[in-house]
């Protein structure tokens, strides 16, 4: 499983974060269009190549003409909804949004919908937010995780004045992150801003795994160029090594609980970590009819995947054990079908296999109005032609 890990040791903003974007090899061109594409109006885009304490970053700069009006959050979020990007990237920007809404809503006292921009910028942050997310799938990301967070030192200017760092709604949005130690620190001024920290709260599921294999790297750059340190976010680009080895399994057996609840619960557990989930139908004392749920889950999510099929179903017991697993190297692309994104998991064992992701098929077959199994059969040739031109 392909896997990116943020390294916010010098903070983290959402024009580093389409900095390190390019820098691992997503194209200028689709940058370039993406004003155009969600509608913000005529944006100029610069990517530049700098160095930040000798470290080579891609910098990037937008261009917005003069905004006689700014914009609420409940704007930008229905600016969003109405864009034509993928369920997986519109889920998460919208949710960045509402996050920044209400950290701006209780520093402000103001309801979040309701939010004047002031720190973040409304063209800015949408092209931010939204690139920043679509990057990832851009690269086939299937998971973000992070490190230690910086937030800086000292004072921000706001529009309402100098504000401590962290600036109060960037605070909000990091609660739950671990940030690096001050003491000894060589970062200086806003480190981590609002849209930084929004993102981190949208794409990141908390640390490393313990095993992972270096891929690549990128750097984006911020825009001070301090001497003593690089002011620029990494992202590590990793495949996942603990995919084979040991896992938990989970079961339990139901038969008070109305079946129509096995998604919700499904979808629960798969949100908390679990690799697998199967159901089938099960025989129960008294000739009562149940269903067993079985889950599969790395070893460290084991807990909180338990907490989560008490708290979904009826179930007074899960049994569990340790199994040992073996899975074929795997990664994600995205395929552009008239213009729809869909994701397609890529695996290698002697031949390649492809296989679109379900959900994306879907939303693509009703956007584009054909039958999802065309649109599956047409992304599966489209696939394995990229596959097939990028070994050229």
Known sequence: MRIAILDPAAGISGDMTLGALLSLGVPVSWLEELPARLGVGSVAVRVRDVRRAGVSCKQVEFEIPEQPHG??????????????????????AVRAFRLVGDAEGRVHGVAPEKVHLHEVGAVDAVLDIVGGIEGFERLGVEAVHNLPVA??????????????????????????????????????????????????????????????????????????DPKHYPNALRILLAEAASEAGRVVLLATDVD?????????????????????????????????????????????LADQVTAELFRHSTTAGVRRWIAERAT??????????????????????????????????????????????EVARAVERDAVALLAKAKE
């Open 71 to 92: 914009r609420h959050v409940g704007e930008l979020i229905r600016l969003v909804e109405c864009a034509p990007i993928s369920d997986w990237v519109k889920e998460r």
């Open 328 to 373: 074929l190297p795997r990664h994600q692309l995205t395929v552009r079908l008239d213009g729809v994104a869909v994701r397609v998991k890529v695996l290698d064992g002697g031949g390649v296999r492809v296989k679109p992701e379900y959900d994306d098929v879907l939303a693509a077959a009703q956007a584009l109005g054909r039958p999802p199994l």
């Open 256 to 300: 008070d609980m109305s079946p129509e609840y096995v998604e919700p619960l499904r979808q629960a557990v798969v949100n908390a970590g679990a690799l697998d989930v199967q159901t089938w139908p099960v025989q129960m004392k008294k000739g009562r009819q149940g269903f067993r749920v079985e889950v599969m889950v790395p070893e460290a």
């Open 151 to 224: 937030v800086g030192q000292g004072w921000v200017e706001a529009a309402h004045g100098r504000l401590p760092l962290p600036a109060p709604a960037t605070a909000i949005l990091l609660e739950g992150f671990e940030i690096a130690g001050q003491a000894g620190s060589p970062v200086e001024g806003e480190a981590t801003t609002p849209t930084g920290a929004a993102l981190l709260r949208v794409l990141s599921a908390g640390a490393p795994p313990d095993r992972w294999r270096l891929a690549g790297s990128g750097w984006g750059a911020g825009r001070r």
